[in-house]
């Protein structure tokens, strides 16, 4: 629960928003646009989280990260898997919006002064980004693999691909492991090494404690779904690697020391990592796999998701005994019954508040912070990350 005070946590919920806000917003006359699925009217340029140019530059290093890593393969004698990687890296890390490894090189210009912003050091960012996205596709592979997803950005998951399969699970930890060979020939030499590779470990340790959170859930049944639970789950599993990973990554890189520096932010961009991820489940049922590039399974799946819990909270004893017939199973009819039900509790129009009242809080907590970090580097995530529809 995103909350700006102590009296906030204090009081009854709603999505994890004060049941006050949320009634309060409902009885206004006034209508909004529910962003992630009726925003078209707005041109696609408008939407994109990171310009033309920021991923242009961004994707000009690829090949020399690819480059890197095959020739640290071959030094094995291992010819054969080097050319093997290489396919491995071409499929899985480039793809999707890279909004990861993008962040990372754009809080490091942020945090930097200008004369101090060479070619070698925006470089230097740019293979650190690198190495946020090869995270991001060990996770992303892994994580296909146990929940046995068909599609991802767009395409086959790497397992369903001709030839692949289980051997998915090895070139997965091949990518996590590269990372580190990457680091090495780039960043041994800088103060920071160490504390780039202890922050990768830490990060990774913590997402794969989300993961296992989140596989445990998944064994429960509906009714035993808490917000509390959903927390801790979106936290380790997301808001860690996808927002505080890239930014405190940037902040070491720019030669920042001051711990206090680092818990501000980390507090704000949990915080951005349960909107994101509250978005996410929203998008999972009710997005536009055509948009998303994917094909949501939460429900299939049993997930403990934002949905599936506020649905639990806000349902009648008749409502609920639907969601622990329904939920969790294969069954189209009970799939689609349960996203009937959704919409009965009004869940996108409370999903809608929820964005909104969201952004605003962070916001506020944004402005609230005072230790060296610009207030527009926040400001410029928030932004990007707010009524998007993919």
Same mark, same amino acid.
């Given at each position: 629960?995103i ?13 994890g ?16 646009t529910?962003?992630t ?8 340029? %408008?939407?994109?989280? =990171?310009?033309?140019?920021?991923s ?5 290093v ?11 393969t071959?030094?094995y004698?291992?010819?054969? +898997?080097?050319k ?6 071409? /499929?899985? =890390? #480039? ?23 060479? %070619? ?20 992303v ?10 599609? @991802? ?7 369903k ?6 051997s ?7 990518i996590?492991?590269a990372? *580190?060979?990457?680091?090495k020939?780039?960043?041994s030499? $800088?103060?920071? /090494? ?12 913590i !997402?794969?404690?989300?993961?296992? $959170?989140?596989?445990?859930?998944s064994?429960k @049944? ?7 639970n959903?927390?801790a ?5 997301? %808001?860690?690697?996808?927002? *505080?990973?890239?930014? %405190? ?6 030669g /920042?020391?001051? +711990?206090? +520096?680092?818990r501000?932010s980390? !507090? ?19 997005g536009? #796999?055509?948009v998303?590039?994917?094909?949501? !399974?939460?429900?299939?799946?049993n997930?403990c ?7 639990m909270?806000?349902a ?10 329904c *939920?969790?199973q ?9 996203k009937? $039900? ?5 869940? #996108?129009?409370?999903? +809608? ?5 969201? *952004?605003?809080m ?6 609230q912070t005072? @230790?060296?970090? #610009? ?8 932004n ?7």
């Amino acid at each position: 629960m995103i909350s700006t005070s102590d009296e906030v946590k204090s009081v009854d919920t709603i999505g994890g928003l004060p049941t006050e806000i949320v009634n309060e917003q409902k009885l206004k006359k006034t209508t909004r646009t529910l962003s992630t699925l009726q925003n078209h009217s707005v041109p696609i340029a %408008a939407r994109v989280t =990171v310009s033309k140019d920021e991923s242009r530059d961004f994707m000009s290093v690829f090949p020399d990260v690819v480059r890197d890593l095959t020739n640290a393969t071959k030094t094995y004698n291992c010819n054969d +898997a080097a050319k093997w990687f290489a396919q491995v890296l071409q /499929y899985n =890390v #480039p793809r999707g919006k890279k909004n990861r490894g993008i962040l990372t090189v754009l809080t490091y210009k942020n945090l930097m002064s200008p004369q101090d912003l060479t %070619a070698e050091n925006i470089k230097l960012a740019q293979y650190l980004g690198w190495c946020v996205e090869m995270l991001q596709s060990f996770l992303v592979i892994s994580d296909d693999v146990m929940d046995n997803s068909t599609t @991802r950005r767009g395409q086959k998951c790497w397992h369903k691909v001709e030839n692949v399969g289980l051997s998915a699970i090895n070139d997965a930890l091949m990518i996590e492991n590269a990372l *580190y060979s990457l680091l090495k020939q780039h960043f041994s030499h $800088l103060d920071c /090494y160490v504390a780039l590779m202890e922050l990768f470990h830490e990060i990774s340790f913590i !997402t794969t404690c989300g993961q296992s $959170l989140d596989l445990l859930n998944s064994n429960k @049944r509906v009714s035993d779904f808490t917000m509390e639970n959903y927390k801790a789950i979106v936290d380790n599993k997301t %808001a860690y690697y996808s927002f *505080y990973l890239p930014f %405190a990554l940037a902040m070491h890189l720019a030669g /920042y020391k001051d +711990a206090e +520096a680092f818990r501000q932010s980390k !507090t704000i961009l949990l915080e951005m990592g349960h909107f994101f991820q509250v978005q996410d489940d929203f998008l999972d049922c009710f997005g536009n #796999p055509e948009v998303t590039g994917k094909i949501g !399974t939460d429900i299939q799946d049993n997930k403990c998701s934002w949905l599936a819990v506020v649905a639990m909270q806000r349902a009648n004893a008749e409502q609920k005994q639907i969601m622990i017939d329904c *939920y969790g199973q294969n069954d189209p009819l009970k799939v689609e019954r349960v996203k009937e $039900l959704y919409k009965e509790l009004s869940l #996108p129009s409370t999903y +809608a508040i929820f964005e909104e009242e969201s *952004y605003n809080m962070i916001k506020t907590h944004i402005q609230q912070t005072s @230790r060296g970090v #610009p207030h527009k580097t926040f400001l410029q995530i928030l932004n990007k990350i707010y009524q998007r529809d993919s």
